[in-house]
């Protein structure tokens, strides 16, 4: 079966056009299909880079809990792409600076050239080949990253977030007002080029039934240290200062140990054991659970 994926890989390098090719490469492997059941499951496709792949469906192992009642918040920051509330900051791979030079040289290019002409169709696919390399790195990082949580916390604490509402609402609503339209705005796309429902699916799928959904609602608003929501408490993008009790701390870390409690708290509400959060804490008047 490997050696077939790899012989179709090989025959369709980029560059090869020719359409009977592909529809006679289907055929076969329909019946190569036919024949053998457990071909059942493969998929062949061509990416934007003129890129063949040829993918098998591996549901990623489960990585056992660790058994220790410990949880971490994990939100996805306005500097950074991912901070959790052990304090960590993690920035997703991007491009490197020569290539997004390149990137730059080429959408240029692009805006000169011709519709329609052999130019034009070269410089998008070496556009499509660069943007490839930065997804693929991406992929890469949110393996690496999302096995960690999974193996040394038992619960995992996450914004329930829907990417297209949080575009909807960039301006707040009355209820829970945004932290700054433009900030907001750099933020949605940081949410986007940092592959954050990447992160979130891989979570889920390393540690089922383990991942709590937080409505994100408060959670940037609201001290970790002593739960006073303060609106004003968010500085800038980077810090956060309670004016209730001084706490200090990396504001993508601080809603990250929002988020940590408002798991604990959920976990508890559940019936199962109190887990993390300080232990001054409020009474949950402003962290609403929805998953
Ligand atoms: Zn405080």
Redo the contacts with the bound molecule.
């Keep these: 079966m490997w050696n077939l994926a790899v012989e179709q890989l090989a025959h369709w390098q980029p560059g090869r056009k020719t359409a009977p090719g592909f529809v006679e490469q289907s055929r076969r492997l329909t019946e190569a299909r036919a024949e053998n059941p457990w071909l059942k499951s493969y998929s062949i496709t061509r990416d934007r880079a003129d890129r063949w792949h040829v993918a098998f469906p591996v549901a990623p192992e489960p990585v056992p809990a660790p058994g220790i009642g410990d949880v971490v918040g994990v939100d996805r920051g306005v500097v950074v792409s991912a901070a959790l509330s052990t304090g960590e900051l993690l920035s997703a791979p991007t491009l490197r600076d020569t290539e997004k030079a390149r990137l730059l040289r080429l959408r240029r290019k692009l805006a000169r050239a011709r519709r329609g002409s052999n130019r034009r169709g070269k410089v998008k696919t070496a556009i499509a080949r660069l943007k490839a390399r930065e997804t693929d790195r991406r992929k890469d990082w949110v393996e690496k990253i999302g096995t960690r949580p999974a193996r040394e916390f038992d619960v995992i604490g996450v914004e329930h977030l829907k990417i297209t509402n949080m575009t909807r609402s960039a301006k707040g609503t009355a209820d829970a007002p945004g932290r700054g339209v433009r900030q907001k705005a750099g933020l949605n796309q940081g949410v986007l080029a940092n592959g954050w429902g990447q992160l979130v699916t891989r979570l889920e799928q390393k540690a089922p039934g383990r991942v709590v959904k937080v409505d994100p609602r408060y959670t940037s608003q609201s001290?970790?240290?002593?739960?006073?929501a303060?609106r004003k408490?968010r500085e800038n993008e980077a810090a956060f200062r309670?004016?209730?009790?001084?706490?200090v701390a990396n504001a993508d870390v601080n809603a990250a140990c929002d988020i940590r409690n408002a798991a604990g708290h959920a976990v508890a509400a559940r019936g199962g054991p109190p887990l993390g959060g300080p232990a001054n804490r409020e009474p949950q008047h402003d962290l609403f659970l929805v998953g």
């Design positions: 001290c970790s240290a002593c739960g006073a303060d408490a309670c004016r209730s009790c001084g706490f």
